[in-house]
Structure formats: structure tokens, C-alpha cells
């Protein structure tokens, strides 16, 4: 399965970007991570196979919303009111496990995508 995300660019403080990730094939969990320069990659969201559960970093609650799209094997990540501190290359992953207890670990992801760039001025 090969993933490729859309959607990063260059946005003002407070506004908003939508990334998308769309597979290759059929997954089951499929989350998010970044990595902002100079620090290791965080879990940033998940999403359960049937677009039910989702899990977010606390630092995001409120303000990210992760959904799916099956038909389409497609992830979205719907970012509002962004900050100059979510400023990352945002990596979308998926997995072909259920279980979602350890969404948070990128070891529990099996296929990766390339990497959007978000900047958030301030």
C-alpha cells in the first residue's frame, strides 16, 4: 500500500488547512504525525477502520478533525485555528491492525506517506 498526502502549505495564525492522504489499497487505522524541525515525530491523530473511534494529542483537541473517507481510502486531517507551534512536515499513516491502544507509537503503523509541509506565521 503506498500512501501520498495533500493539502500543506502556508497559512496565517488562526487559520485553517485540510490535508488528505489517499491510499493505495485498503487499510484499517490511519493517523497522522509531525515533525517540526529539530524534534522527533508525534503522534498527532487516528482514526479506527469504520471512521467511529478517533484519538487526538491533546494539544490539538478542540481544534484538529481527523475523518475517512472508505470509498475513497482516503484520510482527512481538518486543522482550525492553527498555531506557528503546529508548524511540521505531516506525515499520514496507516495500519492493518485494529487495535487502537497504541495508536500514539509509530511502530504500530505498517505504510507511510511523504510528508506535507504546514506553515503556520504568526
Known amino acids: 500500500v503506498q500512501l501520498q498526502a495533500f493539502g500543506g502549505g502556508l497559512v496565517q495564525a488562526g487559520g485553517s488547512l485540510t490535508l488528505s492522504c489517499a491510499a493505495s489499497?485498503?487499510?484499517?487505522?490511519m493517523g497522522w504525525f509531525r515533525q517540526a524541525p529539530g524534534k522527533e515525530r508525534e503522534f498527532v491523530a487516528v482514526?479506527?477502520?469504520?471512521?467511529?473511534?478517533?484519538y487526538y494529542t491533546d494539544s490539538v483537541k478542540g481544534r484538529f478533525t481527523i475523518s475517512r473517507d472508505n470509498t475513497k481510502n482516503t484520510v482527512y486531517l481538518r486543522m482550525n485555528s492553527l498555531k506557528p507551534e503546529d508548524t511540521a512536515v505531516y506525515y499520514c499513516?496507516?495500519?492493518?491492525?485494529?487495535?487502537?491502544?497504541?495508536?500514539?507509537?509509530?511502530?504500530?503503523?505498517?505504510?507511510w506517506g511523504q510528508g506535507t509541509q504546514v506553515t503556520v506565521s504568526s
Open positions: 499513516a496507516a495500519g492493518t491492525g485494529y487495535y487502537l491502544g497504541t495508536c500514539y507509537r509509530q511502530t504500530s503503523y505498517d505504510y
Open positions: 489499497g485498503r487499510t484499517s487505522n
Open positions: 482514526v479506527a477502520w469504520n471512521g467511529v473511534s478517533t
